[in-house]
């Protein structure tokens, strides 16, 4: 399992220099990292490589890499969970997150979009006192043009997600 942080979050967590990887053969094993406030909170938005389905966890907690890659996995398979992507919880259940491989982001086109995620994030958080997985779905229902399968259309990261379980 690869998880991509932002420089932002690894210098938090002390996570020590990131591996140039590229995506994971495996695409349901590739995510990406970002830290960010809303309000006066930390948060960490989790979201796949490719699909850019995503989840939100408190960043208070998280003050190493070890409790990182503990709460990140456990967030992912509450979410994969709630939403019925039975495929990715059996692949994640299977990972041992202990050989999990820290790397950069990937490419400027996730960097961007995360930040697009992010700023609906930030209005999803402060005007609802909704927990962070109802959030979270919100999110995956967003659409953005980069998973778009036509030239000027739109996808949503729960779609994307759900055609990756159906693939593996």
Known sequence: ???????KLNAKVKAGKPADLPLAEDPLLDWSTELFNSGRHPY????????????IIS????????????HVHQALLDQLSRDGLTAAVAKLTSIDMAEAQIAKSL???????????????NVVL??????LAESSTELN??????????KRGFGKPKDVMAEMCQQA
Request: no cysteine; hydrophobic share 35%.
């Open 59 to 70: 960043g208070n907690e998280v003050t190493s890499s070890k409790q990182l890659l503990s």
């Open 44 to 55: 960490i938005l989790i979201s796949n490589t490719k699909s850019l389905y995503s989840r």
């Open 107 to 121: 490419n400027g086109e996730v960097i961007r979009s995360m930040n697009e995620l992010i700023l609906t994030a």
């Open 126 to 131: 402060s005007l609802r006192e909704s927990r």
């Open 141 to 150: 229902g967003t659409l953005l043009t980069i998973l778009s399968t036509t």
């Open 1 to 7: 399992m690869i998880i991509r942080m932002s420089q």
